[in-house]
Every structure is written in structure tokens, then in C-alpha cells.
């Protein structure tokens, strides 16, 4: 690609003048963020401060609610996104997304982890095997799993589930990995395995996560951002925020005075 | 005062709570009441008896067999269990043919005599005859108390309640017509119904919905005798003109009109079962890449199984109990159908047709009683599958 | 990981066949549309011209082939109102107490099992039940006592159900709220409650006199005359209905070419009634949901 040479870095993320509307309520004020390549964000705020709502833009998750509005322009590896002759099925596959509450679908571990190869067209059954394999080894749950890949993905563990959903979005080799709260529903230990595995998928994604667990944003972000009521207070280095944030508000909110 | 109050308004709301239960219960006694003399029933017209030989082995003759004989479909005792010998079917009228008026007396008061007379000689006679011409000393074997056999209703090919001298109770053509027309039904309404269930649940705009519900509304609101109106003048000169047939009333007009009629049903529990699928679930199929129609048909739609399988199921038991509609356009020829392109007759439309003509008590009207009870049967175990069907979680 | 390989060809392929599956169902969904425009359509059309103040106001002549449907309308209003006089206060009542009194325990749980069965039974079992029980063995006869009965068990889950869902509904913290004040269980539901659930209740009540109005088969037996122009005097009478009579003159009336007109008639009045109550029932919800909405 010619035109990555002109660019001093390659910004993975690159979003300018966001604001976002649903119907009469103003969500996001324009918000500016670049995040490079292989970088970990979080986007940390009080409840209702927009921060779900913005990496829901990302993937253009909020296209599916009525009567919303966007302006201004988010970029991923140099291609806007809301740009009329981009579909959105195969943004989604360069975009990957972890929910809040694991969301397996009513089927095998196999079939939910090669669920995303099969809807991309692919048919080769050697490749489907490796590539879930290896997904689930990516995301740390092929111990765990390994010989009962047939069985109903809703008998394994709240925490499991999580990884197995974190597998699934791996499988199509996204370049950015979306994880709204994804260790919000789970308890300690699966929480800690979580984040060991957000350390080690570094190396090959740039993620973005939303946290309401301040401890969380700062052992797995390289940078974090800080939401409060629709707009961005402030977004700098992770150590910066939390050793020296410049705003008052910021500081508030991560000493635990308010949220 | 007070408290008392509040007890006795409890108690009077569980009486009125209970009284569908109560209404169950009374419909299964009155209905088995009314049905349970069948069996009782005997298996020729009342006041009248058969008469054989009384070398002849044969001792009883289901009531099918009494039809075959005189309708020459049998004409051989061996074909009923008895020796080679050519049956010989005597009716009053036929008397003459053996005897002269003279011989039979002017007020046929010789009858009784002649008739004893005649069965005695002739060893394959089966003789037809009203009660009061039967001597007390009659020379032969008398099938008066025979009763109509289990297998004569439930096995009996044939719905020929006016048939003499034995009426045909048999319950397979109204079964097979009724299960016939409400499967060419469902196969029609089900694909349309599923379809328009999806559209409205996941496709359409909440304008587009607002707009359709109302006209399934009122789709599900038309009366049947409206519906069977429509088709009668409508459906079945169109069926006759386009399949080239010598009546358009037929079970395909039936199966036409009910497929209208169960759509509402299909399409209204259908589109709940498809709602009831957890966001989450659509959402982490569309962030793989998914388009919406994949999601819908490898997510929504399998999730949504138990509760299509019961709008499928609630349809076919709107369909099998439908009765005007389907008495108006089916043509009611008690046949065992072949092809939807016959007319066909089924069980609610016969005893919508035949109660009105059965005298209370008889035969015919136990009959239609029995049908009733095998309807409400079928309609039983269709809302028991559909409670169980709707209550399994979702398991694998 | 190595990106999957991807083509376009794929991405399309997807999109195409969502487009082809899209507009299928599209189509359906508006051939239903189509499908109540053709009979709406062709019973106004044909109908239109039997509607005088004739038809409405006279009994039936000269073999049913002239005159009009007067004792059927009033036979209808008769069987509406003697129902309904049976089936609401024992439907709401029967409601209030599923969902207020047995909130989900067993008998909660059988009497809504057995309502859902009684609503699946065909409605000419009800005609059979109805002519064993209210006809011969209470020897009310055919009349309107005995098919008001019948229709009113016939419409009873409808009623009971909409009563339930309205109160179900109705959320918690308001009976809470009311219990709270020292008010007795009967006096949240009399004075909270039950005022609150009104405005969808009466919908469904609307909505079963819709179905009532329609019904053949129950009243085959337990009180429709064939033709009687006398209208009735008390409620042991027999009445003409619109329904049956609908029914009679389509398929075995003296002469059914003759009375086609008189048919067409009919079933326009017939498709008028459930069009006034449905608009209705679709009106009274969207005022009252404003209403709570503005309030």
C-alpha cells in the first residue's frame, strides 16, 4: 500500500469530530482519537458517559438502534468506516468484539469458534480445524477444552464462556479487537486470566476496551482515555492519567471521589 | 367485618377462576355421555331385524359386512366366515317374488307366517324384515340384539349413517379427510406464516410493522362462515375453472381457506418465539461478519425452534377444528380422499351438517357425539404437546 | 495469525442472497396485505349494493331471496350482550384472581393450563357440549339462554387472558406503593390496579365481542332458527343470527342464485362489525397509551 508509506506511523484507529445522537440526545461531543498499532486503550467514565457508545461505533454495533445519528469521521487503517461504499458485514470481520456478558451461541465450542469462518464463506474443512485450534489456543482455553470440543458451549464456566467468545472473535483474524466490560461479569481468578490474555494478545491486535475497573485500565492499557457526560476529558498515556492527569475531573474520578 | 369481606371476594374470584377447569371437566362428561351408548347401539335400523337360515353357521355379521351384502359386494357365505353357499338377499318388498298377494293375505296378515316359512327352506337366505312381522315361533336365527362393534367406528371405512338396512359409523374418511385438508393447510401457511413472522420481527421497519400488525389483526378478526362465504364464491369456481374439474368443492378449496385462517396464529406466535431471542445473541453473530439474513437463519431462527414448532402445531389445531369454513367449500363426500383435487368431508363439518337431521339418543346422534370426542381429543393432546413444547428449554 | 483469504466474491455471494431473501419475504408479507384487500375488496364491492335501510330494518321475504336481515342483527346483539353478561365478570374476575391472588404457584399454574386447553377446543365441541348440556339436559331449549351460554364459555380464555396480561403489566412498586399505605390487598386492586389496567382490558373485552359477533358453529344447536322473522320476547326465544344466517343463504336456502345479493349483504355487515371493533379496540389503545404517556 502506497499510501502508508506518506504516513509517518499508521494509525489503526483514527476518529475526528465524532459526535453522536440518539434521536434528541447528544451522546458524543466531538471526540478525537488516534490509537497505533498494537496499542491497548481503555476507555474508562462513570456509567452514561459514552464510552460503550463510542467503541460500539467502531464496529458500527449502534447502526442496529433506531433513530440514531453520527457525524464526523472514524478511520481504521486509513479507510473510513461510515463511507457509503463500505459494508458493514465485512468491516465487522477486520473489527472483532467482546461483550460484556459472554454470549456464546446454542452450539458446540467447535461450531461457535468456526461460526464467523462459515459466514465468511469458507468451506475448507483442514482449514476451519487448525484455525479454531489455534484460536482457542490463542485464547488461553485449549487446556480446558480440548476433548470436549462437541460439547454445548453453555456447559462450560462464566469465565470459560468469556475466553471461548474471545476465541470466536480471533478466528477471523480481526486487526482490532472491540472488549466492552469483558471481565464485568466474571469473578476474580477469570478476571486475572482475562487480562493476562489481553497482555499477551497485544502483540498481534490493537484493542480497545471499555473498564469500569480502575486497577484494570492500568495494569493492561498502554493509553487510556476518560469519558465524563458525552465528551473526552482527557487521553494520554496510561501512567500519565493515573500518576498526573492534567484535569481535575479526571483525577476525581480515578481517586474514586466520584462514579 | 373487613377481613371477612376480603375472604369472601377471594373465594368468589377462585370459583370464577376455576370455572374453565369446571367447563373442561363437563365437556368431557356430557360429550363421553352423549357418545357412550354407541356401543350400545344396534347394528341395523331400529325396529327392524335380519333373519338367517338356522343351518346357516354364521351367528353375527359386523355391521360393514350387512352393507357389503346388500349392496352385492358380497355375495358368498364363505366371505363372512360360513359354508360355500350364494347368499340371498330377501327384503319386505321381495316377499312377492316368492309369494302372491293372495298367499301374503290382503292385510299382509300372513306375513309373519310366509316369512318363517321361506327362511327355513332357503339355506343363504338373509331376510329384511321390521320387527312386527316376525312370528314369536320364527324358524330361523334372529340378529336383533347385535350391538355395533368398536372396530365398526373406529376401523370402519365408511360414514353412511342413512345407509339401510345397517348405517355406517365408520370414522377413517372423516379422520384421513380432516388430517388431509388441515396438512394441505399447514404445508401452504406455514412457509408464508414463518416468512412474514421473520419480516416483522427482524427485518421491517417499526412504521412497516405498525402498519401490518393491525392487518393481521384483522385478518385473524374475520368470521369463518365470512371466510367460507369468500371461498365458496370465489376459491372453488376458481379451482373447478383452472384444474378443469367436475366440482370445485374440493380439499384443496378447504386447504386454501384454512391456510388464510391459521396465519394469524402461525404468524403471531412465530414472531414472539423470534422476538424472545436475546440481543446479545444477533449481536455477537453480526460482529463476526454475518449479514443479517445469516444471522437470522443460522441464529434467530434456530433459537426460536420450540416456540415455530408450536405456532406450527397451534395451526394445524386451528385448522382440524374449523368447521364452517370448511363445511362451505370441501364438498363433504364421506370418501377416503386420494387427492386434495376430491371433495372431502371432514369431522367437525359433519356433525356441524348431520346434528341438526339426528334424532336425540339414536345411533347416528351418539355417532357425532363420538366425533366430537375425538375431535376434542386430537384437540387435547395438541395443546398438551404445545404447553410441553413451549416449556422444554432450550437444551444443546 | 494469517488474515483468512479472503475475496469479494464471498462478501457479494452473502449480500446477494440476503437481497434475494430479503425481498422474498418482503413480497409475502405484503401478499398478506393483498390477501385481506381482496376479501375486504370483493365482499364491499358486491355487497354494497344490497345495504339500504331496507335490508337493515325488514325481515326476510319470499323465501329469504328479498327483504332484509333485521331479526338476525337484533338475534346478534341478543347472543353479543347475553355472552358478554356471562363471560366479563367471570373473565376478569377469574384474571384478577391468576394474577393477583395465585401469582405463580400450582393452581395459578393448572387453571392456566386448563384455560389455554379450553381455548384450543373447536368451536363446534362447544356447540355439542352447549346442546347436551344448556339445551337437553337444563332444558333451556334452543334459545338465547342457552347460546349466550355457550358462546360465553367459548369466549372466556380470551377474556380471562387479556384481563391477566393488562394486570401483569401493571408494575409492582404501584401495588407496593399502595399496600405500603396500610391498604388491604382488595383495596390496591380495587383503587390501583384495576383502574390502571381498564383501558387494555376493555380492548380485549372489545376484541371477544368481535369473535362472539362471528361464531356459527356454537349456536348451530342451541338457538339459531333457520328463518323467524318474530323477533324475540324473552330470553327462552330462539333468534335468528347474522353468522348463520350468512351460512343458510349461501348454501341451502330455496333459492341460493336468488339470494346471493342478500348474501353478499350479509357478509358486508358482518366484515363491518369486526372492522368497527377492531378500529376501535386499536383506537381505545393508542388514546390510552397516549394518554399515560402525556400524564
Known amino acids: ?111 461457535n469458534v468456526a461460526y464467523g469462518l462459515r459466514v465468511n464463506g469458507i468451506k475448507d474443512k483442514t482449514f476451519i480445524e487448525e484455525r479454531v485450534i489455534e484460536s482457542i489456543k490463542s485464547a488461553a482455553l485449549w487446556n480446558e477444552v480440548k476433548d470436549k470440543l462437541n460439547k454445548s458451549a453453555f456447559a462450560l464456566s462464566g469465565g470459560q464462556q468469556q475466553r471461548l467468545c474471545i476465541a470466536r472473535a480471533l478466528a477471523i483474524s480481526p486487526k482490532v479487537l472491540l472488549m466492552d466490560e469483558p471481565a464485568s461479569a466474571l469473578d476474580p481468578i477469570s478476571t486475572s486470566k482475562i487480562e493476562e490474555l489481553i497482555y499477551e494478545l497485544k502483540k498481534d491486535y490493537t484493542i480497545m476496551i471499555v473498564t469500569h475497573n480502575m486497577q484494570q485500565a492500568s495494569r493492561v492499557s498502554d493509553k487510556t482515555a476518560y469519558f465524563y457526560l458525552g465528551e473526552m476529558i482527557e487521553y494520554d498515556d496510561t501512567i500519565k492519567i493515573f500518576t498526573n492527569p492534567t484535569e481535575l475531573s479526571t483525577q476525581n474520578y480515578i481517586t474514586g471521589r466520584f462514579g | ?196 413472522a421473520v419480516y416483522l420481527a427482524e427485518i421491517s421497519t417499526m412504521r412497516v410493522r405498525n402498519f401490518l400488525k393491525p392487518v393481521i389483526e384483522l385478518l385473524a378478526g374475520i368470521p369463518s362462515v365470512v371466510y367460507g362465504f369468500f371461498g365458496l364464491v370465489v376459491i372453488v369456481p376458481f379451482l373447478q375453472k383452472t384444474f378443469q374439474l367436475p366440482v370445485g368443492e374440493t380439499g384443496l378449496a378447504g386447504s386454501i381457506v384454512l391456510a388464510i385462517m391459521a396465519l394469524p396464529t402461525i404468524i403471531t406466535v412465530a414472531e414472539d418465539a423470534m422476538r424472545n431471542v436475546p440481543r446479545a445473541m444477533k449481536e455477537a453473530s453480526l460482529a463476526l461478519g454475518a449479514t443479517q439474513w445469516q444471522t437470522i437463519y443460522r441464529v434467530v431462527i434456530p433459537y426460536a425452534k420450540s416456540g415455530i414448532t408450536s405456532a406450527a402445531v397451534l395451526g394445524i389445531g386451528r385448522a382440524i377444528g374449523e368447521t364452517m369454513a370448511v363445511l362451505m367449500v370441501t364438498g363433504n363426500a364421506a370418501v377416503i380422499p386420494h387427492t386434495l383435487l376430491e371433495p372431502v368431508r371432514t369431522i367437525p363439518a359433519t356433525i356441524a351438517a348431520e346434528l341438526g337431521e339426528a334424532s336425540a339418543g339414536g345411533g347416528h346422534y351418539q355417532a357425532l357425539f363420538a366425533l366430537g370426542c375425538i375431535l376434542f381429543i386430537i384437540t387435547m393432546i395438541i395443546s398438551i404437546s404445545v404447553e410441553f413444547i413451549s416449556s422444554k428449554k432450550y437444551s444443546k | 495469525m494469517t488474515p483468512i483469504i479472503n475475496t469479494g466474491n464471498i462478501d457479494r455471494k452473502k449480500r446477494i442472497s440476503q437481497g434475494v431473501a430479503f425481498t422474498i419475504f418482503k413480497l409475502m408479507s405484503y401478499s398478506v396485505v393483498a390477501m385481506l384487500i381482496l376479501i375486504l375488496g370483493f365482499i364491499v364491492s358486491k355487497g354494497i349494493g344490497a345495504i339500504s335501510w331496507d335490508f337493515l330494518t325488514k325481515a326476510p321475504e319470499e323465501g329469504m331471496t328479498k327483504g332484509g336481515i333485521f331479526p338476525a342483527i337484533v338475534g346478534t346483539l341478543c347472543l353479543v350482550a347475553g355472552s358478554s353478561l356471562f363471560s366479563f365478570p367471570i373473565g376478569i374476575m377469574s384474571g384478577i384472581y391468576m394474577n393477583e391472588y395465585a401469582t405463580g404457584n400450582k393452581v395459578a399454574t393448572f387453571i392456566r393450563i386448563m384455560t389455554n386447553n379450553l381455548s384450543g377446543v373447536p368451536s363446534v365441541v362447544f356447540g355439542l357440549f352447549g346442546m347436551s348440556l344448556f339445551v337437553n339436559t337444563m332444558k333451556f331449549g334452543d334459545s338465547i339462554l342457552a347460546g349466550s351460554l355457550t358462546l360465553g364459555l367459548l369466549s372466556l380464555p380470551l377474556v380471562i387472558r387479556t384481563t391477566e396480561e393488562s394486570l ?74 347474522l353468522p348463520y344466517h350468512l351460512y343458510v343463504i349461501s348454501t341451502s336456502g330455496t333459492d341460493i342464485e336468488a339470494s346471493r345479493g342478500i348474501a353478499y349483504g350479509t357478509a358486508l355487515v358482518l366484515i363491518v362489525i369486526v372492522l368497527i371493533v377492531n378500529l376501535l379496540a386499536n383506537f381505545l389503545r393508542n388514546y390510552f397509551s397516549k394518554k399515560v404517556k402525556t400524564n
Open chain 1, 1 to 111: 500500500m502506497t499510501s502508508d508509506i506518506r504516513h509517518k506511523k499508521m494509525l489503526t484507529i483514527d476518529a475526528k469530530n465524532v459526535d453522536f445522537y440518539y434521536s434528541e440526545f447528544h451522546a458524543l461531543k466531538n471526540i478525537n482519537i488516534e490509537v497505533e498499532k498494537n496499542k491497548v486503550v481503555a476507555l474508562i467514565g462513570p456509567s452514561g458517559c459514552g464510552k460503550s457508545t463510542f467503541l460500539r461505533l467502531l464496529n458500527r454495533m449502534n447502526d442496529l438502534i433506531d433513530g440514531t445519528r453520527m457525524t464526523g469521521s472514524v478511520l481504521i487503517e486509513g479507510k473510513d468506516i461510515y463511507a457509503p461504499n463500505i459494508h458493514v458485514d465485512e468491516l465487522r470481520k477486520e473489527v472483532g468484539m467482546v461483550f460484556q456478558k459472554p454470549n456464546p451461541f446454542p452450539k458446540s465450542i467447535f461450531e
Open chain 2, 1 to 196: 367485618m373487613k377481613r371477612f369481606f376480603e375472604k369472601l371476594v377471594e373465594g368468589a374470584l377462585l370459583i370464577s377462576g376455576s370455572i374453565t377447569s369446571i367447563t373442561i371437566l363437563l365437556i368431557v362428561i356430557f360429550l363421553f355421555k352423549e357418545a357412550s351408548g354407541l356401543f350400545n347401539s344396534p347394528v341395523i335400523e331400529d325396529g327392524y331385524v335380519l333373519a338367517f337360515n338356522k343351518d346357516n353357521p354364521v351367528k353375527k355379521l359386523s355391521s360393514y359386512q350387512i352393507k357389503q351384502i346388500f349392496d352385492g359386494a358380497i355375495t358368498n357365505w364363505d366371505e363372512v366366515g360360513g359354508k360355500e353357499e350364494p347368499i340371498e338377499v330377501v327384503r319386505l318388498s321381495d316377499l312377492t317374488k316368492y309369494y302372491t298377494e293372495a298367499e301374503l293375505g290382503a292385510n299382509f296378515e300372513n306375513i309373519p307366517a310366509k316369512a318363517s316359512e321361506l327362511t327355513a327352506k332357503h339355506p343363504g337366505i338373509i331376510l329384511f324384515l321390521p320387527n312386527s312381522y316376525i312370528a314369536k315361533n320364527f324358524d330361523g336365527t334372529l340378529l336383533k340384539h347385535e350391538t355395533l362393534r368398536p372396530g365398526d367406528f373406529f376401523g370402519g371405512k365408511e360414514w353412511y349413517p342413512t345407509a339401510s338396512p345397517s348405517p355406517q359409523y365408520g370414522l377413517l374418511p372423516l379422520l384421513l379427510g380432516t388430517l388431509w385438508v388441515s396438512l394441505g393447510a399447514i404445508l401452504l401457511s406455514l412457509p408464508f406464516g414463518i416468512a412474514v
Open chain 3, 168 to 241: 401483569k403489566a401493571i408494575d409492582n412498586s404501584y401495588r407496593e406503593g399502595s399496600l405500603a399505605l396500610g391498604a388491604t390487598k382488595l383495596q390496591t386492586i380495587q383503587k390501583v390496579v384495576l383502574p390502571m389496567a381498564f383501558p387494555n382490558i376493555i380492548t380485549g373485552l372489545i376484541l371477544s365481542i368481535g369473535r362472539v359477533s362471528g361464531e356459527t358453529a356454537p349456536i348451530l344447536f342451541t338457538v339459531a332458527a333457520y328463518f323467524l322473522p318474530k323477533l324475540p320476547t324473552s330470553i327462552f326465544d330462539q333468534v335468528m343470527a
